[in-house]
């Protein structure tokens, strides 16, 4: 039987970050097929890489996981100070430079490093989640020549450093998650050939929810916009607090914002907004159901989970209007608006009634029924991948 590994910087049930989760979802799913390992390191957070799970081999549903031991974790005043150091001056900086900052990234685990150089002939391909991390910047190269590279790459700084340029060029092949992903991919790297289909993931609900349960679990009575995601600077949350909070001081009507998502940032104490911190997937069903809108600023995505989930329960979004993958991702479906500043913020929530709420919802929910399902998604890694 094919043997695959699955390479992620970090996985686990508790793992919130979606390459991670999309990485364990596909793995999960593609034991169908081929005898899957996921090949990872034991960090839980993704701020310092402390070692959290013990080091060896468990199984997560389906699939194995096979964790390794970070090395060393990240400093991340270091860190930070490497990038703000390299961040403005990307043209000149050195390959040495670069990849030193690489390496303070992290996840640096020697352990892996030496696991992937000894039992590589063990396995028929390797495929990684993610250009960003150590692990597929320093493994990658070991394994190029059955080596495929799902990228979940956007418009950020890192991507121009010209390291990149080498990476980019080594794996056997690529697997997108949008097309707006790929045209991005393939104009950075034109001097490339790159190619690949374009897979997204399928998502399924549990087979009951229940937006009552929700409401009265937290004593939620109010109609609520929901956020579903790490609650950290970089995915927009502190635009989104700043513009909720002008919203409500200027309307009288009843709204909450409740967000679900580990804090990375300090909160604003405020009587409308609600954090209930991480939760299971069976709570986050049911805020799906109860909420009347999904609100997503990030400006960085290349594929977002959780706009299908919200589809799927008939629920339209807000997303950030200078993410080209959001955007995409509602033009395609017809089930979202979007906004780039305050004020279309504003408009955009006193404008939506219920008529178009319901519309924008159903129409998103037919849009992920018909390209989001999973025979579909299979194939594609079966037929593209060895």
């Known amino acids: 039987m094919t043997k695959v590994a699955f390479v992620v910087q970090r996985c686990g049930v508790e793992v919130g970050g979606g390459a991670e989760n999309l990485c364990l979802t596909i793995a999960q799913r593609m034991t169908k097929y081929w005898d899957v390992e996921i090949l990872t390191t034991c960090a839980l957070d993704y701020m310092t890489w402390k070692n959290h799970y013990p080091p060896g081999l468990v199984e997560i549903g389906a699939a194995k996981v096979r964790r390794f031991r970070v090395t060393k974790p990240r400093n991340v005043k270091h860190f930070n100070r490497l990038s703000e150091k390299i961040a403005p001056r990307l043209a000149e900086a050195s390959l040495a430079e670069q990849e030193a900052w690489m390496k303070a990234q992290g996840p640096w685990s020697v352990d892996l490093i030496n696991y992937v150089k000894k039992h590589q002939h063990q396995y028929d391909a390797f495929i990684f989640f993610g250009y960003l991390y150590a692990t597929t910047y320093f493994i990658l190269p070991l394994v190029a020549n059955k080596a495929y590279l799902a990228p979940l790459a956007h418009d950020e700084w890192t991507i121009y450093m010209s390291m990149w340029d080498k990476l980019f060029a080594k794996p056997r092949g690529f697997i997108f998650n949008t097309p707006e992903e790929r045209d991005f991919v393939q104009k950075r790297f034109s001097h490339l050939n790159i190619e690949g289909p374009i897979a997204g993931i399928a ?62 940032m300090t909160i604003p104490q405020h009587p409308d907004i609600i954090a209930l911190g991480f939760v299971d997937e069976q709570t986050k069903w049911n805020a799906l159901a109860a909420c009347y809108l999904l609100v997503m600023p990030s400006p960085y995505e290349s594929l977002s989970i959780v706009l299908l989930e919200a589809w799927l329960m008939k629920k339209p979004v807000l997303v950030n209007g200078k993410c080209d993958v959001l955007v995409g991702q509602c033009r395609r479906s017809n089930g979202g608006l979007w906004f780039s500043n305050i004020y279309e913020f504003k408009l955009v929530i006193e404008a939506m009634n219920k008529i178009v709420t319901i519309q924008l919802g159903v129409q998103g929910e037919k849009f992920v029924k018909k390209e989001y399902f999973w025979q579909k998604i299979e194939n594609m890694y079966v037929h593209n991948v060895i």
Do not use: T
């Open 203 to 264: 998502v399924e609900p549990p087979a009951h929810y229940s937006a009552e349960q929700f409401r009265q679990q937290y004593n939620i009575q109010d109609p609520f916009l929901l956020y579903v995601g790490r609650v950290d600077p970089s995915k927009g949350c502190d635009k989104l607090f700043e513009y909720f909070i002008e919203l409500r001081s200027q309307e009288s009507q009843p709204r909450k914002l409740v967000l679900l998502g580990q804090p990375m």
